[in-house]
């Protein structure tokens, strides 16, 4: 409305000047402005009848939503009086419980500085291992141990021609496994040519031994 | 009040144990056991983690023996009786005065003792055990070379010489192959292991120079008439 007006004009439209003040060759333009603008503020403002209605049943749509209304619960400040009757060693053994229970989350104990770090370092390199099982008439074969989770499928053997002789390699971290052969997904068959221990279930496990330059078995 | 406040208490410990157990050990049962192996062996490895034993084995055993079809009640009964061997190691290292021992130890000891190791036997092990040696393979080898067929006493005394003699953790590791090969060659598993004892540096400790394991006959001096 005022991007026309001179900016003396609007320096007076902003109270900043009189129109005494304004040159004479503007105050015609000056008085008319102030008439406009005095005409504006006025003016009534007229708003729609059904416009309160429509704001009001908006504010009451949104306050009665049970999202609004749990909010409001949650977050009215109450008064709580609260009285505990305890014993000091109570207290503390409930913390030490709680201490104990935070230290068995982070993790197993430390481990003392025993002797070997540098050995269980060696131990967490991978060497190539073969297995090797004579198994004629096998239609599958397959390694599974301690390396593998047991899992029957992890590490199939493949046949080394028709002689029977069924093979992998794996590439195992140096240290100790156990391990079977599993011939046709269901026979557990030990290792001939390696040691075994108890497997617990009245069966054997054999063990390989790895070593950083080398596999023992 | 004094005895409802330290039962409280009890029970909250226990119960966070259990609960902690429970959230290391179910992830890795969920569809590798049944239920209720699952079930038992959550209560097993919390018993196990409140006595700072290690639960890795535990679930490993109970997967091993889901693997294998072998029916709950003996896969239950095979992982309560390896928390026990777990128990035990964890008395026998404490007993070699490792305070605090890390779980491949514990694990280890148990490994020997399965093997058919003392528990007095274990905890030589782990004296013995200086480094660079680290006392879980000690245990290992040990425990391997007793599942090979070398007697416990002589298994003990073969490592202890392979110690003694400042050889490296692979030597220590590589003992069981070189018995292997000894006893492709022909010998017993005795015999072999004293052959490699009397390499490794000589005699057992405890031992005269001219030793030979109970059995075997000494070898001719041939400086003697």
């Known amino acids: 409305m005022t991007t026309g007006y001179h900016p003396l004009v609007k320096r007076l439209l902003d109270g900043e000047l009189s129109l005494a003040e304004l040159p004479p060759e503007l105050r015609a333009e000056g008085e008319e402005a102030l008439r406009l603008a005095g005409a504006a503020d006025r003016a009534p403002v007229a708003l729609s009848p059904a416009l309160e209605e429509r704001v009001m049943a908006t504010v009451r749509r949104h306050a009665a939503s049970p999202g609004n209304r749990a909010w409001r619960w949650l977050n009215t400040p109450r008064d709580v009086e609260l009285r505990l009757r305890v014993r000091p060693w109570t207290v503390w053994a409930g913390a030490l419980a709680a201490a104990a229970a935070l230290a068995l989350l982070l993790g197993r104990p430390a481990p003392e500085p025993v002797p070997g770090a540098q050995a269980r370092g060696d131990m967490r390199d991978s060497v190539l291992v073969r297995f090797v099982l004579y198994a004629p008439g096998a239609h599958r074969v397959a390694v599974a141990g301690t390396f593998n989770q047991w899992d029957r499928a992890a590490a199939p053997l493949v046949p080394a021609g028709t002689s029977g002789v069924w093979t992998t390699t794996l590439a195992l971290p140096a240290g100790q496994h156990q391990y079977a052969f599993v011939v046709d997904g269901a026979r557990w068959v030990v290792d001939p040519g390696a040691p075994a221990v108890n497997d617990g279930f009245g069966r054997r496990n054999s063990i390989v031994a790895v070593t950083a330059p080398g596999a023992h078995l | 009040m004094r005895t409802i406040g330290l039962a409280v208490t009890l029970l909250l410990g226990a119960t966070l144990a259990g609960g902690l157990a429970a959230q290391a050990v179910q992830p890795r049962l969920d569809q590798r056991v049944s239920p209720e192996v699952q079930r038992a062996v959550q209560v097993i490895a919390a018993d196990a983690m409140a006595h700072g034993l290690p639960v890795e084995p535990l679930v490993q055993k109970a997967i091993e023996g889901a693997a294998k079809g072998v029916p709950n009640d003996r896969v239950i009964a095979a992982v309560r009786a390896l928390a026990g061997r777990l128990g035990e190691s964890m008395a026998a290292v404490r007993e070699a005065g490792v305070a605090a021992p890390g779980g491949d130890v514990v694990e280890g000891g148990a490994d020997a003792l399965n093997a058919g190791f003392s528990g007095g036997q274990v905890s030589d092990l782990v004296r013995v055990s200086r480094p660079p040696h680290d006392p879980a393979l000690t245990l290992r080898v040990a425990a391997t070379l007793a599942a090979l067929g070398v007697p416990t006493k002589q298994a003990l005394q073969l490592v202890q010489g392979t110690i003694s003699a400042n050889r490296s953790p692979s030597d220590l590791?590589?003992?069981?192959?070189?018995?292997?090969?000894?006893?492709?060659?022909?010998?017993?598993?005795?015999?072999?292991?004293?052959?490699?004892?009397?390499?490794?540096?000589?005699?057992?400790?405890?031992?005269?120079?001219?030793?030979?394991?109970?059995?075997?006959?000494?070898?001719?001096?041939?400086?003697?008439?």
């Not at chain 2, 001219?210 to 001719?220: C, E, I, M, N, R």
């Open chain 2, 173 to 225: 590791l590589g003992l069981p192959g070189q018995v292997q090969a000894g006893v492709a060659q022909g010998a017993t598993p005795a015999q072999a292991a004293a052959g490699l004892a009397r390499a490794a540096g000589g005699t057992p400790p405890g031992r005269l120079p001219d030793w030979v394991p109970p059995g075997q006959q000494k070898p001719k001096n041939p400086h003697k008439p």
